[in-house]
Each structure stands twice: as structure tokens, then as C-alpha cells.
């Protein structure tokens, strides 16, 4: 049966439902982020050289013929920063050095040349919105150092309970549940986190946020890196009213007050300054493309509805943000008991409301869900695959999502 409906899906595509595909009169040579396949790594689990239990750099070197043979043409690492690895190296704390589970300096620029051997492009995540509580930035700021002073965002405690205790800000909730508000006892204020406490949010209304995040990324850069997937970008700025953000009239009904889920974030997520921001990053990754011709590719992770909204992270011809933002059309509205008609579905909006000179993109899974193969069936994953790949646009696949 699981056969016939993916014969039936694919069938329908090609047949019995139309895809308007959008047309290009003036057709381009495609830059290599237009047409490679990305191949996003997870360095942990790709392959250990050391038999530590830990996949390295030197493990993902001895896989390159692998990548050329499956035909993917960039490699996407995710985090390989020094970190306390509180959230799988998302929590980073020194943004231009290899954390020593995944190897050395060394051995990093062994796998950037040995890349660039092999014609592929090497991509690294890239994590704007915080770091590390074990970054010296962050311990400088508890002091009050300097221009670290206000590095991350700080608020005084609305007062004080009857039993001395600090009382929250406001009723910001983290991602993963409960305030997004942590003491601390040394600066007595509040520090915002919002995803785990060991991940203190920058204040970008410091302007010295960002020239210390560019020069990070410059140092990569610098070392022949090719692109930058930014994660979880909508999160960088705050309304700097702090105002209790209003409960969500559509939440799930089983959620409560701690859970995300319950609250609208309109005053800590998706606000415009983002994307003046991000368009920083861009201009540097711009100007090095410039300086020798060879392209530099920005990807951001946006989870924002609706589309409308999400394009907005294109930029514009005028001020470019991303050369995309990810789409996960795919992830959020196709589910396991599709048919051919939710996946035209996806696919036509997608082209009808992308602004027009950009580049569409797709995928079916990343490091944030479950396989292909667990979220529909294994007899699913071909025609996924296949499907990502024969679509206009630029295919993003994580390792492990082929089988």
C-alpha cells in the first residue's frame, strides 16, 4: 500500500496536477548556492577517527570522497565551536575556535583544503542570538566591563516578594518552557535567555554586539569558509518596552502558562531591526565576494507565517538579507497522511508569493525533526528526495534523511 501512494504522489505531480513553475526569460548562470546540494553534517555522529565515541573533523575528511560519490556539492557543519555543550553546541563559548571534542584548528583547516580539493564548498553554522554562559564576554558583563557592560540583555527585578526573592521582569517564557528571565546573584539583575539558561541572549542595541559577532565571522571567513547558515535568527532583538507579551487566542489547548506555546511573541520575535541586522552580515559576506570573485552564500533559519512575512528575509535588491531563508513549507504542512494535492499546494504558494529574483529552496527534515523515514514511511523518503531535488531551487539534505 505505502508503494502505491508513493507511486500515486509522484504520479499526480507529473500528471494529473499542474505546478505553476515560474518562468525566466532572462535565464543566469547559477552560482554554486543556487544549484549545489547542501548536505548539512553532524559532526558528533558522521565519523570518529580518534575512538573517543565522538564523530571529529578528521572523521568528516575521511567521508569527502563519500560526499563526491552521493553527489552533494556543499558541506553544512553543524556547530563545532568550543562549547559546554549544554544544547549540542549551540551554546558557544568562544566563537572562533573548535571546540577539542571535534579536534583542532589544524585539523579544521585540513578538512576546509581537502574540501576545496574535491570542488566542494564548505558551510558552517553561525549562531547570532547568544552564547555561551561560560563565554568571557558574558563574565565580563556580570562585572560590568567595559563595553561588555550591556553585551547581553540585563533587567532590574520588578521588586521583591515577601521572602527576598527577585520577582521576574516581565512573563517572557524560553522555548523550552518556563521564564526567560534567570538571577544573577553577582550583578543582581535578570539576564535573558531565551531558550536554556546557559544561553544568555546579546543585546544587539549595543552596537559593539555586532562589530564583535562580524569580526567572529570574518575569522572564518578568513580561513576559506564559503557560506553561513544562521540559526534562529527572528530571536535576536527584543522590544525594548519589555511589556508582558498577550496570550495566544489559538493555543494548543492543553498548554499552560510556562509552555511557549501559550503566549503571541510579538515583542521578542520577528521584529524588524532583525533584519537591518542581518543585512550587516550580508554586506561583509558581500564584500568578500567581491574581493576575489568568489561567491558567499547566507542562509537564516526563520520559522515566521506567513510567507509574506518570511520573504521579507530576502531582502531587497537595494539591501539584500539572505540569499534565502529556509523553507519549511514541507516540514510544517505536510503531514504523514498527505496526498498529492497538499504538496502542489505547498510548492504553488511558494513560487506565487516569492519575490520575483530569488532563489527558492527545499527540504524535508533538518537536525530539528525526526527522519523522513519516522515521520511518514520508508517507502517515502525516495520520492521526498527526489521530489526536493527536480524542484527549481537549491535542495538542502540532512545525512541520514536518504534512508
Known amino acids: 500500500m505505502a508503494h502505491f501512494r508513493v507511486f500515486t504522489f509522484l504520479l499526480l505531480l507529473s500528471n494529473g496536477l499542474a505546478i505553476k513553475l515560474p518562468e525566466n526569460p532572462n535565464p543566469q548562470p547559477l552560482a554554486w548556492w543556487q544549484e549545489d546540494i547542501i548536505y548539512q553534517v553532524y559532526p558528533r555522529s558522521l565519523m570518529d577517527s580518534d575512538g573517543d565515541g565522538v ?17 552533494v556539492g556543499s558541506v553544512w557543519l553543524s556547530p563545532i565551536y568550543e562549547s559546554p555543550m549544554k544544547d549540542f553546541g549551540y551554546d558557544i563559548s568562544n566563537f572562533t575556535n573548535v571546540d577539542p571534542i571535534f579536534g583542532t584548528m589544524e585539523d579544521f583547516t585540513s578538512l576546509s583544503n581537502a574540501l576545496k580539493e574535491k570542488g566542494l564548498k564548505l558551510v558552517m553554522d553561525f549562531v547570532p542570538n ?28 520588578k521588586g521583591f516578594d515577601d521572602q527576598g526573592n527577585p520577582i521576574l521582569p516581565n512573563n517572557w517564557i524560553s522555548s523550552f518552557g518556563g521564564s526567560a528571565w534567570e538571577w544573577n546573584e553577582v550583578r543582581q539583575q535578570f539576564y535573558l535567555h531565551q531558550f536554556v539558561a546557559g544561553q544568555p541572549d546579546f543585546n544587539y542595541e549595543n552596537p559593539e554586539v555586532l562589530k564583535e559577532m562580524l569580526a567572529a565571522m570574518k575569522f572564518w571567513l578568513d580561513l576559506g569558509v564559503d557560506g553561513f547558515r544562521l540559526d534562529t535568527v527572528p530571536s535576536m532583538f527584543e522590544d525594548q518596552r519589555f511589556l508582558d507579551e498577550p496570550e495566544d487566542p489559538n493555543r494548543p489547548p492543553e498548554s499552560i502558562p510556562s509552555d511557549h506555546g501559550y503566549w503571541l511573541h510579538i515583542y521578542t520575535y520577528d521584529l524588524p531591526a532583525t533584519r537591518e541586522a542581518l543585512a550587516e552580515y550580508r554586506k561583509l559576506l558581500d564584500i568578500y565576494s567581491l574581493s576575489d570573485g568568489r561567491e558567499r552564500c547566507m542562509m537564516v533559519e526563520a520559522y515566521v507565517n506567513p510567507l509574506e512575512k518570511l520573504f521579507l528575509y530576502y531582502g531587497t535588491k537595494e539591501k539584500p538579507v539572505a540569499h534565502f531563508p529556509f523553507n519549511f513549507e514541507f516540514i510544517k504542512r505536510v503531514t504523514r497522511n498527505f496526498n498529492g494535492t497538499d504538496i502542489v499546494g505547498v510548492i504553488d504558494e511558494w513560487f506565487e508569493k516569492m519575490p520575483e529574483g530569488n532563489t527558492a529552496n527545499w527540504l524535508v527534515g533538518n ?20 521530489l526536493i531535488m527536480l524542484l527549481p531551487g537549491k535542495a538542502c539534505c540532512r545525512r541520514g534523511f536518504r534512508i
Not at 55 to 71: C, R, Y
Not at 367 to 386: C, K, L
Open 55 to 71: 564523530g571529529d573533523l578528521k572523521g568528516i575528511e575521511s567521508k569527502i570522497d563519500h560526499f563526491v560519490d552521493i553527489g
Open 367 to 386: 537536525h530539528d525533526q525526526w527522519r523522513i523515514a519516522s515521520r511518514f514511511t520508508p517507502e517515502d523518503v525516495d520520492a521526498f528526495n527526489m
Open 130 to 157: 547568544h552564547s555561551s554562559d561560560l563565554h568571557v564576554w558574558f563574565n565580563k558583563s556580570i562585572h560590568r566591563e567595559g563595553k561588555y557592560e550591556d553585551f547581553y540583555v540585563w533587567r532590574d527585578p
